[in-house]
């Protein structure tokens, strides 16, 4: 199946209770699938078609407020408008799931796939010091399994997470497993699990708000400082990355999504010409596998970061590396999707000959 | 009548709702804001549906609205109150769930989201606060505001070439097929508070009869952005407010 109908799969597959959604190509079948497997019937999940990326958001925002499991999706466009209510949702401390099928931009840009929207996701697109666990799925599989893992990691921190997909990623079909059917959580399961959900106050408790607002700075700089500290046990426990062939690199490529795909093949291409080339798929964005890139940069001769963008992973590859070995980039934009050969070119032309010159 | 007359429980005549709590309130004297908090607290109480109730704050003088009623809330971004109504009901159909909202964020930067929720007929419960400017930044012009009236950034008053006509999104979401009963009333007479709290009490029950949703606009005063006092802002009020906003249900089916 395609990677976005294997979203739709996932969704209702892990306990999905509310999807709101708009929409816009490159991912419209998310929606689509979901409302011809009309899980409302079956699971009770509810799934609605809304007027806007605006509402859409905010009724995550509704959802999660209520301790459901809640979830949007979008391409580029959509999720720029949404960068309010994803600022909220991360101001509140609310766990959800948003899925970014990117393409290119700026603008309304093309339909064709991009990673352009890499700051945007990882820098926080919107006002305010926050991050978004970002998962970047680099098959269909893992279109399925990080819709699943995003939920999970969304509620054990209390924050949203987005899988970071690219047009082709959504539109491709492969064979899927999909995860395990979980029932969604019953009103008492979901009391035990989040006791700040908004479920009606019993006489017991005081009542419960959701809220991101603090008037006074000092109570401001309090959630602040408790969302830093979660990010960087974020950044502690949760960083996932791939590697190939990088035990005796003297080159590593480090690229996410389908671009580590096709790097793959580079990595093949050069090894057969003598070139000891590895590769290095960040699976999580936010938080990025600095500690592996550093151990690396310790063992090899440069790295080179390919990207359907303007090179934006390249600066965070460059903050890790820290000026120990070149960090250079290479990628297209606007939709373009570079070739295998053309990477193997990049790598030597930016890395193996100017090394040589110097 | 002695002190013990006047303490004898068979005797009283009010009692404060004990789904308000005794926070200080932030609203100006004269603000209709308070009153209609104490009618929701009421209503929550009499209906005993304090442990099925909802509610959305704004972004407005409102915003505080969780401050003062003991009850589950979710505070909204600007405008969105609607769009989290609708998901907080959807999932959890068997709940009270209700708008808070000023003039600003249901007919200025939530529109979209006060005309969609009302065309789907969201099971919901929309209390519309309208004073017709924006209150809690300082008196800025509002989509309500009254031709000719001044505010903060209409100092010399609403100029329809330039600013457009005052909104008036009740009387639009009237004709929603969504909409069960949009109503208007007031609260500056004790007999026109009673009505409003009979109008939110039937907004309340209608959010469980499935009939669509219903919209009680409170057209209210803003002593301070309208700079008078209290007593002047009632009369200001019925003189100028009433004739563009007139009271009444415009839909009850």
């Known amino acids: 199946m395609k990677g976005n109908e294997a979203v739709a799969h996932a969704a209702i597959r892990c306990g999905c209770d509310g999807y709101f959604g708009y929409p816009i190509t490159p991912q419209s079948e998310i929606l689509e699938t979901l409302t011809e497997l009309e899980p409302w019937k079956t699971t009770g999940m509810v799934v609605m078609q809304v007027e806007s990326e605006t509402a859409s958001i905010n009724m995550v925002y509704g959802a999660a407020g209520c301790g459901k499991r809640a979830m949007t999706s979008s391409s580029s466009p959509g999720i720029s408008l949404m960068q309010e209510g994803i600022s909220y949702l991360a101001g509140a401390e609310l766990p959800c799931v948003i899925v970014n099928v990117m393409r290119g931009g700026p603008g309304l840009g093309t339909i064709q796939p991009s990673q352009a929207d890499y700051f945007q996701t990882v820098k926080g697109g919107g006002h305010g010091d926050y991050k978004m666990i970002t998962l970047a799925p680099a098959s269909v599989q893992e279109m399925a399994d990080h819709t699943v893992l995003a939920f999970d990691l969304a509620f054990k921190y209390r924050t949203p997470a987005m899988v970071l997909a690219d047009g082709i990623i959504g539109q491709m079909m492969e064979k899927v497993v999909l995860p395990p059917f979980v029932p969604r959580r019953t009103d008492e399961e979901i009391i035990a699990e989040c006791p700040w959900a908004t479920l009606g106050k019993p006489a017991d408790r005081k009542p419960n708000v959701i809220n991101s607002l603090r008037l006074e700075a000092a109570d401001m700089e309090k959630l602040n400082l408790a969302l830093q500290s979660r990010y960087r046990e974020i950044e502690k426990e949760e960083v996932r990355f791939e590697e190939f062939n990088c035990d005796d690199a003297d080159y590593i490529i480090v690229a996410f999504g389908i671009t580590a795909r096709i790097c793959q093949k580079t990595v093949e291409l050069a090894r057969a010409e003598g070139i000891k080339a590895g590769l290095l798929r960040p699976i999580t964005l936010f938080p990025f596998p600095v500690n592996q890139l550093k151990e690396y940069a310790k063992r090899t001769k440069g790295m080179l970061t390919v990207e359907m963008s303007a090179g934006q992973m390249v600066e965070d590859v460059r903050l890790a590396v820290n000026g120990k070995v070149p960090v250079e980039y290479y990628g297209r934009m606007g939709g373009i999707v570079p070739a295998p050969d053309e990477v193997l070119h990049a790598l030597k032309d930016k890395l193996i000959n100017s090394t040589v010159e110097e | ?253």
């Open chain 2, 1 to 253: 009548m002695n002190l013990s007359d006047i303490i004898n429980p068979a005797n009283l005549v009010y009692e404060k709702t004990t789904v308000m709590n005794d926070t200080p309130m932030h609203y100006c004297p004269g603000c209709s804001h308070g009153v209609v908090h104490k009618l929701i607290g009421e209503i929550v109480q009499e209906m005993d549906i304090q442990d099925k109730t909802i509610g959305i704050a704004p972004v407005g003088c409102g915003v505080f609205a969780y401050n003062y009623l003991d009850i589950d809330w979710q505070q909204a971004a600007h405008g969105r109150a609607p769009a989290l109504a609708t998901a907080v009901k959807r999932l959890l159909p068997d709940r009270y769930v209700f708008t808070y909202q000023g003039d600003g964020d249901l007919a200025a930067i939530g529109t979209a989201e006060t005309i969609h929720a009302c065309n789907r007929g969201e099971n919901i419960a929309i209390i519309f606060i309208n004073n017709g400017i924006y209150g809690m930044t300082g008196g800025q012009m509002a989509p309500t505001t009254l031709n000719g009236m001044k505010s903060s950034t209409s100092p010399n008053g609403r100029d329809i070439p330039t600013n457009g006509y005052p909104l008036n999104i009740t009387t639009l979401l009237a004709q929603l097929q969504g909409t069960c009963y949009v109503t208007r009333q007031s609260v500056h007479t004790v007999a026109t508070v009673r009505k409003a709290k009979k109008a939110i009490q039937k907004a309340f029950e209608n959010s469980m009869l499935n009939k669509g949703t219903s919209i009680v606009e409170i057209v209210s005063t803003c002593s301070s952005g309208w700079k008078m006092t209290p007593a002047d802002s009632n009369d200001w009020m019925v003189d100028n407010m009433f004739p563009e906003y007139p009271m009444g249900d415009l839909k009850n089916i």
